[in-house]
């Protein structure tokens, strides 16, 4: 069973920077692509950025390009979103999430429904 545990969230100013960490169980995470979606209170989950299994291929939502950046790190299982100019529209629950399937060489998805795994999200607040 894959365990997806997110952290680095707090309290920030706008303007302000965090990095968020999604550390995975198992030997197998370098052979999945990873994201991050989040969810503002009374809104549907958003896609915000992924990152293929190679990590040679990454996707942004529009809303954070220019400002956010995500990586990984195979060898320690661990996912990294780095986020800058913060705005209190960012204000969110943050999830990370595996993908369903093994090496997938496609675009990068964006849907909820291509992650099969979920963290239990790490609340990101960005003061105005």
């Known amino acids: 069973q894959v365990q997806l545990v997110e952290s680095g969230g707090g309290l920030v100013q706008a303007g302000g920077s965090l990095r968020l960490s999604c550390v995975a169980s198992?030997?197998?995470?370098?052979?999945?692509?990873i994201a991050w979606f989040r969810q503002a209170p009374g809104k549907e989950g958003d896609f915000v950025a992924a990152?293929?299994?190679?990590?040679?291929?990454?996707d942004y939502a529009d809303s954070v390009k220019g400002r956010f950046t995500i990586s990984r790190d195979n060898a320690k299982n661990t996912v990294y979103l780095q986020m800058n100019s913060l705005k209190p529209e960012d204000t969110a629950v943050y999830y990370c999430?595996?993908?369903?399937?093994?090496?997938?060489?496609?675009?990068?998805?964006?849907?909820?429904?291509?992650?099969?795994?979920w963290g239990q999200g790490t609340q990101v607040t960005v003061s105005s």
């Open positions: 999430a595996q993908h369903r399937r093994a090496f997938y060489s496609g675009s990068i998805p964006t849907f909820r429904s291509d992650y099969a795994y």
């Open positions: 990152i293929s299994w190679r990590g040679d291929s990454t």
């Open positions: 198992g030997r197998l995470f370098s052979q999945y692509a």
